[in-house]
């Protein structure tokens, strides 16, 4: 792998993101999620690259799941793992003919495709001892999705850079959050990165992130610091000035009667 001026500086980003949120410590084995896509390339580069250099040891295992989509070619993943020394482990299951039976006609693919993606390497994670899932979601998907639960699910929700799965089984990290895909993009092409496209997303239209993506891109395009703007909202939260009541509770804000008054007319 070439090291550049750009490569020196995602390798920092993701640096940094570590140390914020405590995503690689000493004596993890983690699991990357190597998808094929551009992002899950350049966590995998770049992690261990970190992985190199890091004052503590910690280890990394590639791992692919392929879904038995037609023409996708697990085997450019695998040679791409073992001509750069990556330890890796494949995964073959059948989750396309159950999301194609199970997904009704003119809904999504994405929602039930990643819970069974996710479920099988949560499993794989276990089964391989490893200690955290790294993926490689960037600061796009993080604000897409932001929007996404804010329009569509009346939530204030974004992907958080670490977080313990439901059953306290898994870490799942996310080392790329400080990145934007366009500077991942500019990555992939100065490594040349064998690409392997979703097939499945990427035959339909009108989904909902696609949606928001072209909202966002309208916005940054008129106002360049739209982005960078919404995901700096999710550091910097006022407690005081929401509606959430469980929310004021644990931020100590004072006039607040937890049983409320009821003022309602009988």
Known sequence: MKTTRLNKRLINLVARASEDYNLLEAGDRVLVALSGGKDS????????????????DFELIACNLDQNQPGFEQHVIVDWCEKNGFAHHMLNRDTYSVVLEKTPAGKAYCSLC???RRGILYDAAVDLGCTKIAL?????????????????????????PRLTSDDGRNVVIRPLVYLDEATIQEFADEQQFPILPCNLCGSQDGLQRVAIKR????????NPKVKGNLFAALS?????????????????ISGLDTHGTDLSVP
Do not use: C
């Open 41 to 56: 390339y350049a966590l995998m580069v770049l992690l261990e690259q970190i992985r190199r250099k890091a004052p503590f």
């Open 114 to 116: 990643s819970r069974m």
């Open 136 to 160: 490689g979601h960037h600061r796009d998907d993080v604000v897409e999705t932001l929007l996404l639960n804010l329009f569509y699910s009346g939530q204030i929700k974004a992907m958080p």
């Open 215 to 222: 909202l966002l891109a309208d916005l940054n395009a008129r």
């Open 236 to 252: 910097n939260v006022r407690p005081s000035h929401l509606y959430d009541r469980d929310l004021w509770e644990l931020a100590g």
